[in-house]
């Protein structure tokens, strides 16, 4: 039974509420207002793709999806760079339906694919992205530079 649909602007404010649990467990500081601007702002300016899970009208989890480009392949390429699940709802396969979710995006749109990053001590995902049919690379290495800026 599908549960998930395209965010739509009616959903701002639950989204938000789940955005600021999904940051919350990255310990970052709760910040709802700034989690609904941001989330409005990604829906207004179409620079993001989020899918929500809903169990009877209440928002469960979320992907949102970025587009980036390869290159050497000369194609787009999705980021699914956030995944959550509210902790009350997991192990109802949520997150299985959210990453179909992103595949039919990446199917629809022509990409080469979905890439994502997840910590070594997440079990959960590292579970969870083989069994959906990801394959982790071990030949590269990620790095990050940081604007200290911000």
Not at 67 to 73: G, L
Request: a negative charge.
């Amino acid at each position: 039974m599908k549960n998930t649909r395209k965010a739509t602007f009616e959903d701002i404010s639950q989204l938000a509420e789940l955005f600021d649990q999904y940051r919350i467990f990255y310990h970052k500081e709760s910040d709802i207002p700034s989690a609904e601007n941001f989330l409005k702002e990604r829906l207004e300016k179409r620079d993001s793709e989020v899918f929500v899970a809903e169990e009877a009208g209440k928002l469960t989890g979320f992907v949102q999806l970025y587009p980036i480009f390869s290159s050497t392949r000369m194609q787009r390429y999705w980021l699914l760079n956030d995944l959550y699940v509210n902790e009350n709802y997991r192990g109802k396969g949520y997150s299985k339906e959210l990453i179909e979710e992103a595949k039919e995006l990446c199917r629809l749109s022509d990409a080469c694919g979905i890439l994502l990053e997840t910590g070594k001590n997440n079990d959960v995902g590292n579970q969870l992205y083989p069994a959906c049919g990801f394959e982790r690379y071990d030949s590269v290495n990620f790095y990050e530079w940081t604007n200290k800026i911000n």
